[in-house]
């Protein structure tokens, strides 16, 4: 099965956080889960016992918002001869928009996994987890610091760096004197070094183990050590047939896991992280430059710039929570793009025509989310357009420093 793009990723992702957000004054909201080897005719029976069963509900308003609910449903099916190859996915019903007023809201989507079990929900809010599930990133690897000082375990899911354990040992430093005394001081903390590898082999071990899905481990600390750990098999053998590769790195804290992703995707490049920082680190490289940079950021340029075609790729934050708003005037027709926020959305009154003497203000014509519209534009130009993750350095500069928007031009241009 095709595993989703980064687009179609976070186009289900936002689609999820719209049905999050939607919520029922009481049980007037359905989900319903179809899976592809269930047929259409028994999901209408279903709905038609439970439009059967819904007449019972005490609260006439909520009993008719519930049974619009089903009817919309049943009337959407009309178009399916039988469920796509995944499955098929409704959410359906009225949500609350204050001052005790409702909304009907509907949702028809089509999973790129498929849906194993047919399940129909009427609650106060959608049932998504099935969905959100398929966000669980398929590649995972394991990651484990450690000298004689310190050992942290973590996780690699995506681009998110997860700390699951840190230790500290207490196998003593070195040790001053000379003689005998020295060497026997030498032989105890051979030993306690032993003990202290024992522990944290068995701990790495239980961790991993209990983590499913875990494509290898890499290994990193200062020094020799990681290495004679990895050699002297100090894990359990099935953690150890794992081991993709050891890095050098300055620390064994939480602060060394970045450092060991870093050290990692630079010779990984199936790694999602390697990719987003390989396209962060040719932009900066550009933005650097005091001449012929082909570095592009900001709103307002980077649009021109694609307008112009010489854009090569397209750099988006994920995080980016904008709209491109369509505004047109009833009376003279003239038409007003913009760009605003999704919170600045709740509240926004369109201004008034500023090409007529109409007093009237202008009407929303089109609503698009910004990163759509942005990439549909990169796409009619043949640029490449690239999503990166919130929550890796690359995408936190992104985000922050740049506002979630940037280009890299196929050549230099005056914007």
Known sequence: MAEMTPREKYVLKRKLEELKACKGRHTELISLYIPPNKQIFDVNAYLKNEYSQSQNIKSKTTMKNVLSAIESIMSRLKQFKRPPENGLVFFVGHKSVGSDKTEMVAYVIEPSTPITTFLYRCDSLFYTEPLEQMFIEKEIFGLLLLDRRECTVGILKGNRVELLKYMTSQVPGKHGRG??????????????????????????????????????????????????????????????????????????????????????????????VSKEKKVMKRFLKEVKKTEGSLAVYGEQHVRKALEMGVVDTLILSENLRKYRVKLKCPSCEHSESLTISEEELKDFAPPVCSKCSNSSPMAIEIKLDLIDELSDLAEKTGCKAELISIGSEEGDSLYSAFNGIAGILRYPVDI
Request: charged share 30%; hydrophobic share 30%.
């Open 179 to 272: 003689g005998q005394s020295q060497r026997r001081f030498e032989r105890l903390t051979e030993i306690a070094a032993h003990e202290w590898f024992v522990k944290c082999g068995d701990k790495a071990s239980e961790i991993f183990q209990a983590e499913e899905g875990i494509k290898g481990i890499f290994v990193g600390g200062p020094g020799p050590t990681k290495q004679y750990f990895v050699d002297e098999n100090y894990l359990h053998y099935e953690v150890q047939d794992k081991i993709m590769d050891t890095f050098d790195t300055g620390y064994t804290d939480e602060y060394g896991l970045k450092e060991l992703v870093s050290a990692a995707s630079e010779t990984m490049s199936e790694l999602k």
